[in-house]
């Protein structure tokens, strides 16, 4: 499920997609997403070698940095999120089961809204 939300960083609203998907673990965003708007980031202490869901490992290779957004979905929820740094194709930002455990969002899948 895609939903709207925003980045905040040096005091500008930056509109962007995340999926939710509980077929992943974890919280990513797109390399590509942090070069264009020049997010900081900051080298993770061990890297992660990510699985496809077949099994095989990530072409990517392994994640060795991660960022700290903040992140805004809907009028009034923000949340400062951190975020392993991949290529996640055509997605900005995946929100995995890390993320849904923690917030176990009411979806409405007749609309898709949260």
Same mark, same amino acid.
């Given at each position: 499920?895609?939903?709207?939300?925003?980045?905040?960083?040096?005091?500008?609203?930056?509109?962007?997609?995340?999926?939710?998907?509980?077929?992943?673990?974890? %919280?990513?965003?797109?390399?590509?997403?942090?070069? +264009?708007?020049? !997010?900081? @980031?900051?080298?993770?202490?061990?890297?992660?070698?990510?699985?496809?869901?077949?099994?095989?490992?990530?072409?990517?290779?392994?994640?060795?940095?991660?960022?700290?957004?903040?992140?805004?979905?809907?009028?009034?929820?923000?949340?400062?999120?951190? %975020?392993?740094?991949?290529?996640?194709?055509?997605? +900005?930002?995946? !929100?995995? @089961?890390?993320?849904?455990?923690?917030?176990?969002?009411?979806?409405?899948?007749?609309?898709?809204?949260?």
């Amino acid at each position: 499920m895609q939903i709207d939300v925003r980045i905040m960083y040096n005091g500008k609203e930056i509109d962007a997609e995340a999926i939710l998907d509980s077929r992943v673990e974890g %919280v990513y965003c797109n390399t590509s997403f942090i070069k +264009k708007y020049g !997010l900081p @980031t900051y080298d993770i202490e061990l890297p992660v070698y990510p699985r496809n869901v077949n099994g095989t490992l990530n072409k990517q290779g392994a994640i060795c940095h991660a960022a700290i957004l903040q992140m805004g979905i809907g009028a009034r929820h923000w949340e400062n999120i951190e %975020v392993a740094i991949t290529n996640t194709g055509q997605h +900005k930002i995946l !929100l995995g @089961t890390d993320w849904l455990k923690v917030h176990n969002p009411s979806i409405d899948w007749s609309t898709n809204r949260l």
